[in-house]
């Protein structure tokens, strides 16, 4: 007898709550994403990682998120630049975070946040198993986020190979070094190919995870964090003055 009104209960609360609505939508289909991974190497830009993660901690108020900080070992990982030529002040200005897995032990994952920093830059043979562990997940992961520079570090691992995609654009002639079969879009904050997401520098990470959370989640749960953040926030992955600035245009892929 009280099945009824616990149905109605259930319905209304869901026309009355943008996020309940916006998950029952969503589950119709699939169960939303909510494992996460950030792949971590030395010298990695703090934002990159931080700036996501915070829209994202604040999200898990809302709902069960789980994450996994992912890094070859459990050793701590830090900002600082691995040379001495990276670091021609020798500044001793950086900041640590301890991992939770290692390749070997990183849980299922829905999505995968690759940073970058200057770390990216490192030789090949430094990142053979951070690339062997994106070509691994990728088929796996339900979205790839890349944020800044991150985007070098997939596209050498080669899961970016025919797609589209945006990085930092300070950095921007060293895209086609790292990426020769990436399409590289010069105007754009963040771009979206299938379930690839890449952002331009740094900050933008913000701005691609609270879009992604928009077009996931729903847009009511992006402006809600975006309030809470007290972040103005760039909703048009067009918007871009530093492509501008920087009069940079589109990398074609090479044949």
Known sequence: MHIPFLTFAFAAGVALNPFLASCAENSKHHPLPSSFGVLLFPAFEALDVFGPLDALNLFSAQRQLKLSLIAPTLDPVSTSPRSAAMNPFNSTFSESILPTHTFDTAPPLD??????????????????????????????????????????????????????????????????????????????????????????????????????????????????????????RHADPSWDPFAEHYNITDHLPSL
């Open 111 to 232: 999505v995968l946040l690759i940073p970058g920093g200057i770390g990216t830059r490192s030789p090949d043979p430094f990142f053979d198993e951070h690339l062997a562990f994106i070509r691994e997940q990728f088929p796996k992961v339900r979205y790839l986020i890349t944020v800044c520079t991150g985007a070098f570090i997939a596209a050498r691992s080669g899961v970016l190979d025919g797609r589209n995609a945006t990085t930092n654009k300070h950095a921007w002639a060293d895209a086609p070094v790292y990426g020769p079969k990436v399409k590289w879009i010069a105007h754009a904050r963040w771009v979206v190919d299938g379930k690839v997401w890449s952002s331009a520098g740094v900050s933008a990470g913000i701005d691609a995870v609270l879009g992604w959370i928009a077009e996931v989640y729903g847009v009511d749960i992006a402006e809600g964090l975006t309030l809470d953040m007290e972040y103005e």
